[in-house]
């Protein structure tokens, strides 16, 4: 089972970044999938949520009205669309998958106890 992060880098502030989640050897399109974030020094924070038929999504405050999340299960990707980045959105971005086939709306932030399988990670970094 893998599941990569894809499309981290470096942008200025006010740019766009689009981050892939991409499964390989499950179907993904069974299960919510979360997105998180970490800053050095700072816990790991849950972002987004997206179900597994895609009809249901919840952001965090931080990000809500900036970012968001979207699925192609025909591809197995889970996408993360940033728009208007902020410095203080630099961190390392992870997404992570939540095995119960029960889990099919989303609420407020992911908690990550909640998500059970997680991807490597890729740099979001915001600066000019």
């Known amino acids: 089972l893998q599941l990569v992060e894809i499309g981290g880098g470096d942008v200025q502030p006010g740019g766009s970044l689009r981050l892939s989640c991409v499964a390989s050897?499950?179907?993904?399109?069974?299960?919510?999938v979360g997105w998180f974030r970490q800053a050095p020094g700072k816990e790991r924070e849950g972002i987004s949520c997206?179900?597994?038929?895609?009809?249901?999504?919840s952001y965090a405050d931080s990000v809500k009205g900036r970012f968001a999340t979207s699925r192609d299960n025909a591809k197995n990707t889970v996408y993360l669309q940033m728009d208007n980045l902020k410095p203080e959105d630099s961190a390392v971005y992870y997404c992570?998958?939540?095995?119960?086939?029960?889990?099919?709306?989303?609420?407020?932030?992911?908690?990550?106890?909640?998500?059970?399988?997680w991807g490597q990670g890729t740099q979001v970094t915001v600066s000019s």
């Open positions: 992570a998958t939540n095995w119960n086939e029960d889990f099919r709306v989303c609420a407020g932030a992911p908690r990550e106890g909640q998500y059970d399988y």
């Open positions: 050897e499950f179907n993904l399109g069974y299960y919510a």
């Open positions: 997206i179900s597994p038929s895609g009809i249901s999504t």
